[in-house]
């Protein structure tokens, strides 16, 4: 089949350009070399891509035969290396750890003002308030029920009763990736502009490529400028091929011939990202459902996973965001970027507490390798180290 070659199932309404990115092989000299292909149709009509089946085949003949050079290797070292959690949050388990002493240190007695004073931070700390009222009636009844008088055994009670529910809410969730039994698996980034879903979808697919699938990214946000050129340069530092669409094309289309392609590549692996932000917010879910339409239309059953990105930095408006997508899209996990640049991390517990999301991973930082799935007991260790280890 010529490069040219034109699928006349789906009518369109738009022209679509796709740019497509593949590695090439190079000696170990060399720099790894991009090559860049344009193609034109015709207008009103899809086509279909012809990757070289050296795109295609490049994670697997990485882990049969090294055809990248060190710096590549290297970077796929990167990506396996697990970042250390803990210091992501850093920002967090300080802050929570200064106003739990400074809480503290105001004690005098388990009165109602106690009570209060508890609650309101617990509240400060984005535990959320559905939450904090919840945890604060069940200490009122724990630490009569135990009759603990002094500082350091409410504290503790407290503490337990914090890490408790930190470990136990959302064991029942799904945190697990799902992958299609036979053909691509879709994952859709959604989530509002900035949040970090391009980073995401770089750093995700770094990491599935390191371990031998065949990824395909789908650059479907035409909305904004510069966010193609932003998930091209991912697929560059990753020798990730990148499906790309006009600015201001139908995004639906760039799904379309991302779809197509992965299908007949025989891709493992096809990222979407979508745009943050359109002309409002009806216009954006209406975006998101014609996308899964168009995916599952071609390939039932998938997306296999429609993840939601969430800023840890926005505290209480990502808990909003993470309620309007809930609501209007099948939301089948969260990721919840920057936790290294905030104090805000606490804010993991409504998420799953109150909206019963799953947290699937976290992001503590811009490199490649700064993303981890979520982990409930690393979390909390993350979270109360300084405190726990202090009793
Ligand atoms: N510190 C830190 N920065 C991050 C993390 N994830 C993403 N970022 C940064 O956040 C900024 C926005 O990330 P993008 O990936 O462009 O966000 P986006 O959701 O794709 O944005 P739009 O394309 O506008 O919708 C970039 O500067 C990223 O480097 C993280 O976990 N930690």
Not at 276 to 296: P, W
Not at 370 to 377: G, M, V
């Amino acid at each position: 089949m010529g490069l040219f070659d034109i699928f006349k199932r789906k009518p369109t309404t738009q022209p679509v350009e796709v740019v497509t990115l593949y590695p090439q092989p190079v000696a170990a000299s060399q720099e790894p070399r991009i090559q860049v292909e344009t193609l034109q149709p015709h207008p009103g009509q899809a086509i279909k891509i012809d990757l070289p089946a050296l795109a295609v085949e490049t994670s697997k003949q990485e882990v049969a035969q090294p055809l990248v050079d060190e710096k590549s290797q290297l970077d796929t070292k990167e990506t396996l290396a697990e970042p250390d959690l803990a210091s992501g949050l850093t920002k967090t388990r300080h802050t929570w750890t200064e106003r739990w002493n400074r809480f503290m240190a105001n004690f005098r007695q388990v009165d109602e003002d106690f009570f209060d004073d508890l609650e309101e931070t617990l509240i400060s700390a984005d535990v959320g308030a559905q939450t904090a009222v919840q945890l604060t009636d069940e200490l009122r009844d724990e630490v009569k029920l135990k009759n603990a008088k002094g500082q350091a055994e409410v504290s503790q009670i407290i503490m337990d009763k914090l890490i408790a529910l930190y470990q136990a809410q959302g064991v029942t969730e799904d945190t697990d990736m799902h992958f299609a039994k036979q053909g691509p698996t879709v994952i859709l980034l959604v989530g509002v502009n900035g949040v970090g879903k391009t980073t995401t979808i770089g750093k995700l697919s770094a990491r599935y490529r390191a371990e031998g699938k065949k990824v395909l990214l789908a650059a479907a946000d035409t909305f904004r400028a510069g966010a193609t050129e932003q998930l091209v340069a991912w697929g560059e530092r990753n020798q990730i091929p990148v499906v790309t669409g006009k600015a201001k094309s139908d995004p639906a289309s760039v799904v379309y011939d991302g779809v197509e392609t992965a299908i007949d590549q025989g891709v493992d692996v096809l990222f979407v990202d979508t745009a943050g932000r359109l002309q409002n917010n009806v216009n954006l879910m209406q975006e998101l459902a014609k996308m899964k339409r168009i995916i599952s239309r071609s390939l039932p059953g998938q997306p296999s996973e429609v993840l939601l990105v969430l800023d840890a930095t926005t505290g209480q408006n990502a808990l909003q965001q993470a309620r309007l997508f809930k609501d209007s899209t099948d939301v089948t996990g969260i990721v919840l970027t920057k936790l290294d640049g905030t104090a805000k991390g606490g804010i993991i517990l409504p998420i799953r507490n109150e909206l019963h999301l799953p947290v699937k991973w976290v992001g503590v930082g811009e490199q490649v390798s700064d993303l981890q799935p979520f982990d409930a007991d690393a979390f909390v260790k993350g979270l109360f180290g300084d405190l726990v280890e202090g009793h």
